[in-house]
Each structure stands twice: as C-alpha cells, then as structure tokens.
C-alpha cells in the first residue's frame, strides 16, 4: 500500500467522450478541497469512441489522472475490479462517468469513512431516471432481494468509499462474475448508507440496454444465489404431491363414478407439461454447470490494454 496517497477516486468510462474533460475537472476540484494526496482513475471499457484519446490528454494535463484501456468491452463491473485493483489510495472513492454521481458529493461518504466506517455507500435519494429504468430497477432488485436471501436497496448503486482493507477483501473474493453492492455486504464490514443528491445525466443515454440489465440480473443471482436449484426441488416436491391426489381422484371415480373417460387428451397434456419442466429444470442446472465451468477455467475477467501515468 501506498501510504502518500490518501484518497482514489475510480471511474469506468464507457462512450463517454464528450463529457471526460467536465468529470476530470469536477473531480479535482472536488477532491482537491479534502485533500492534495489523490489519484483519478479512469478505466476506458472498449467503446470505440474517443473517450480514450480524452483521457490520455487529461493524462498529460494533470499527473494525479490515470488512464487504464482495457483491450475490449468487460462491462462496468469488470472496469471497477480493474480501477479498484490498480488504486494505492487508504480510501478509495467508486462512481460513474455519466456524473448523474456528482463528484461535489464525495466529502459526505469521504468524511464518513473516516469515522471509522469501512463502507460508506452514496444512497439516492431522488432518482433522476425515466419511468421505465425506475419500475426495471425496482423489479430487478425485488427479484435479487428474494433469490439471494439478502435487503437489496434500489437507491444504491456503485457510488462508494471504502477503506482499503475493505477493498483488499472484495479483492479475495474470486467470483467470476463481478457485482459490487452484493459483494458490500458479502465481505461483512461494517455499511453505512449516506444520502446524496442525484442528478440528471450530462450527455446523451444510459449505455445500460434492457439486454444487458438482464445479462447483468442473471449474472448476479447465479453467483450469488443457489435458491433457482431449491426452488426447483420444491416445484417438483409439489407436483408429485399434486399427481398423487390426481391419481387417488381418478381411482376412486374409476370405482364409485359412471365417468370413463378415455383420457387421451390429457394424457398428451400432462407429458407435454411435465417433458417442459423437466428441460426448464435441466436448463436451469445447466447455467449453474455453465458458471461453474467459467470459474474452473480461471481466465482474466479483464485484460489491459494500455497504461497512462
């Protein structure tokens, strides 16, 4: 660890060219006020656009900014465990470029986390999101919250300080699949939740589709979560009971009722419904045998491609 840097502040960057220049100058003039030990680390996520070239000229301008280009597109999570893991600071600040997280905001979970509070976590109290984005988040964490058997708050994201032993810990943590506000609370340290005024976003559109919200949704529960399997066993467990009480009904009406039914129909259905489940069932153990097979492999989650300062 690097003792002459007291605080990190850490930024994926993805297609977001024209606002590099406005979130480095906000930054420093944010983080300059707490303290003159500071580093800005901006993690370029294989966008294909300029914000690379933005970055290395603020590079140039100011030393305490530090660029890191990963070789393709991780995804954001991806980009904060490379940020994370290049930064020496005894704090260590995480937010997004898109400044709806206003860096004028960093002193209240800065100072918090200098109380002693190995994370301090940035709690939105009024999103500045469409409609859609709130009901799809308010959906996605309902479902996390109940799969993964944990208290999933929608307001908070990846605004966060921590101290670094709270980052070294994340750091052990070898999960393929990389989702920080689970690994928050997976790492047992004490947690703070400090509200902050969310903004509305400088330029353009989240970069976040419906497509990748559920590839992030189902990265998540897969990792952290076994409750799909038990819920499985459970579905299963009910159905036997179910077609048990069926069997005992069409005995009894067999014996005791004028009813013959040659049952041809529903036998047809119920092969087609159970021959459903069981592929929903195996498709189910496969994503899990999937994501084991993703971890045994042990490749890189990311890849550098180029360095700045």
């Known amino acids: 660890m690097n003792d002459s840097i007291e605080i990190s502040i850490v930024s994926p ?72 893991d290049f930064a020496k600071g005894n704090y260590i600040v995480t937010m997004d470029c898109d400044l709806q997280d206003q860096p004028e905001e960093i002193y209240k979970l800065f100072n918090k986390c200098k109380e002693g509070v190995e994370i301090v976590v940035a709690s939105r109290k009024d999103r500045q999101d ?27 994201a990846n605004f966060a300080c921590y101290q670094r032993k709270a980052v070294d810990a994340m750091a ?26 969310h903004a509305d976003r400088e330029e353009g559109n989240s970069s976040y589709s419906f497509g990748k919200r559920m590839r992030l949704a189902m990265d998540t529960i897969l990792t952290f979560s076994d409750k799909p399997l038990r819920l499985t066993v459970k579905f299963g467990v009910l159905l036997s009971f179910l077609s048990i009480c069926v069997a005992i009904i069409m005995v009894v009406m ?13 036998l047809a259905l119920m092969i087609s419904f159970f021959s459903g489940l069981i592929i929903a069932v195996l498709g189910v153990v496969g994503l899990y045998v999937g994501r084991t097979f993703e971890s045994v492999k042990q ?4 890849i550098v491609q180029e360095i700045k300062n």
């Open 13 to 84: 960057v993805y297609r977001a060219e024209p606002i590099v220049d406005k979130l480095v100058e906000r930054i420093v003039a944010s983080v300059s006020k707490l303290t003159s030990s500071y580093e800005i680390i901006l993690v370029e996520d294989g966008g294909n656009d300029g914000s690379w070239q933005k970055i290395k000229e603020n590079c140039v301008k100011n030393t305490n900014v530090k660029g890191v280009k990963l070789s393709k597109n991780y995804g954001q999570q991806h980009a904060l465990q490379a940020g994370l």
């Open 130 to 156: 469409g409609a859609f984005k709130k009901m799809l988040s308010r959906i996605f964490y309902g479902v996390l919250g109940y799969l993964t058997e944990t208290k999933q708050d929608r307001t908070v």
């Open 172 to 197: 052990q943590v070898k999960d393929h699949n990389r989702y920080y506000p689970m690994l928050q609370q997976l790492v047992g340290f004490k947690y703070v939740k400090v509200e902050i005024e």
């Open 254 to 266: 067999y014996f005791f009722s004028d009813v013959k039914a040659e049952g041809w129909a529903s």
């Open 299 to 302: 490749r890189p989650t990311y």
